[in-house]
């Protein structure tokens, strides 16, 4: 369950969402799951979020109204401890899985922040893949590592997975959906980075500005063969701290087969 405070206070901007995918390929779960599995996928960002290779910490007691900005040294993490705090508190049966994002790849080095991580009990996969197994079935967790100036390396997160194994793919950047699946079909891929567009025309759904790397897949479910992949809006914002038609949210998926035709 996630932690009640953190819920709280991801909806007081207006959170919301939850969707449920479909996948032909994928067997039934036990009917002690109600034949389906629950993946939670969080574009989580703490206050301090770094922009432009800086961060705004918080002001130190005393110096209130006064936030101050900071460019990390050399191989220095700056995860905020409110944000590990309340993801160490999250309980899977099957584990927690976290990536690189651009930002955090642009202030901080990979392996301080996967220390930090680690120490709260999430498995940070960078070019790596994890194996599961569920009901006694196989399933593996690949993580790559963040594309925009970033190291991704698809065919060595994919290292020594079978064939015949199912894929989730955590990559941050969602138009490197296309790479992933040139080496081989997943069952599905969760990305964030483009804050779902932002701000959005209403009604309309356009983006007038996309991102790197966000400008074919900006927002929810797409297909490419069969393999599939999920874009969260996420929680945070970037540049301007504004949203517009385009709500924050933590996508709550449930995974089941389809029913057979």
Known sequence: PTPQAFVDRAREPGLRGATTLDFPSMGRAPDTLGGAS?????KAVPDGYPLRGGLQTAPAPGEEGRP??????????WVGAPLLEALGRLNARHGIFGVMGNHDGW????????RKFERAGISFLINQNSGLTIGGDRLAVA????????????ALTLKGIHRDTPVISLVHEPD???TMTDQRSILLQLSGHTHGG???VPLLGYTPVKVKYGEKYVYGSFERG???LFVTRGLGMTTLRVRFACPPELAVLTLRAADPV
């Not at 629950?38 to 969080?42: A, E, I, Y």
């Not at 101050?68 to 993490?77: C, D, I, K, L, S």
């Open 226 to 228: 069969d393999s599939r």
């Open 107 to 114: 202030v901080a080095d990979g392996d301080a922040i996967r």
């Open 143 to 154: 993580g790559s590592d963040f594309v925009w100036q970033g190291n991704p390396d698809p």
């Open 68 to 77: 101050t900005r900071h460019v990390p040294a050399g191989g220095e993490a």
């Open 198 to 200: 932002q701000c959005r």
């Open 176 to 178: 490197y959906f296309d």
């Open 38 to 42: 629950r993946l939670v996928s969080l």
